[in-house]
């Protein structure tokens, strides 16, 4: 298990959600977090840990990953974890599992909540950024290694961008590893109408083959959807 000293929360926001949910998540965060080292990286100036703003950079997964690795950067602990502003973490996701070293490790339990059918969650078995826990030099010789290969936006293959420990194959970069575990109560990740994913699949996206109408410690579907859409 790791403690304050182990390891640095990393969030980083586009600014771009609605200010009741991104509150929300920021609250959720800061209660899930206790005294853990929390930096954040945002296109505008927040109050919320050690603030980095970028400033008026693309809003792009490019630019996700660029502000993950300058939050990473300015982190002085072994290990790091990211979090993002759509999603709602378990009290246990930073602190359960020490990853093994040279790896990236990934939460396994991540439901998924669409805001346009607030009935249910879904699951299905993932290695998604949001739930990475890695050692810190391990995620910045990776990502380094990545935008020094591709170092111009404009023509960056957005195909070969993908979670460390699966797509190095893809970008022809060195090889890593990853793994997974798992946590009893479960990461949130909400899909909306504001998220980048949103773009290319809208609301057809499609639910896990698992699917729940609550959740341990976060209760019932109906109620998450109360944190990210003021009624």
Not at 46 to 74: E, S, Y
Not at 133 to 162: H, S
């Amino acid at each position: 298990m790791l403690k304050k000293d182990d390891i640095t929360v990393v969030y980083y926001t586009a600014n771009f959600l609605n200010e009741w949910f991104a509150g929300n998540t920021r609250r959720k965060l800061l209660e899930t977090i206790g005294d853990l080292p929390l930096i954040s990286v945002s296109k505008k100036p927040i109050d919320f840990g050690q603030n980095i703003c970028v400033g008026d950079t693309p809003r792009n997964h490019i630019w996700a990953w660029r502000q993950a690795l300058i939050g990473v950067k300015a982190a002085k602990t072994k290990y790091i974890g990211l979090a993002e502003d759509d999603v709602f973490y378990s009290p246990e996701h930073f602190i359960k599992f020490t990853p093994t070293p040279n790896t990236f490790a990934y939460n396994g339990s991540v439901w998924s909540f669409h805001t346009w059918d607030p009935t249910m969650f879904s699951w299905r078995n993932r290695r998604v950024m949001h739930s990475l826990v890695c050692e810190r030099d391990l995620f910045v010789e990776t990502i380094e290694e990545l935008f020094v290969k591709y170092p111009n936006d404009a023509t960056f293959p957005i195909d070969k961008l993908g979670e460390p420990g699966r797509y190095e194959n893809r970008q022809g970069t060195s090889p890593r590893m990853s793994e997974m575990f798992y946590t009893y109560v479960p990461n949130i990740a909400v899909t909306h109408l504001e998220a980048l994913g949103f773009l290319g699949q809208g609301t057809r996206k499609r639910h896990g083959f698992l699917r729940a109408t609550g959740l341990p410690h976060w209760g019932s579907a109906v109620e998450v959807s109360k944190l990210c859409q003021q009624v």
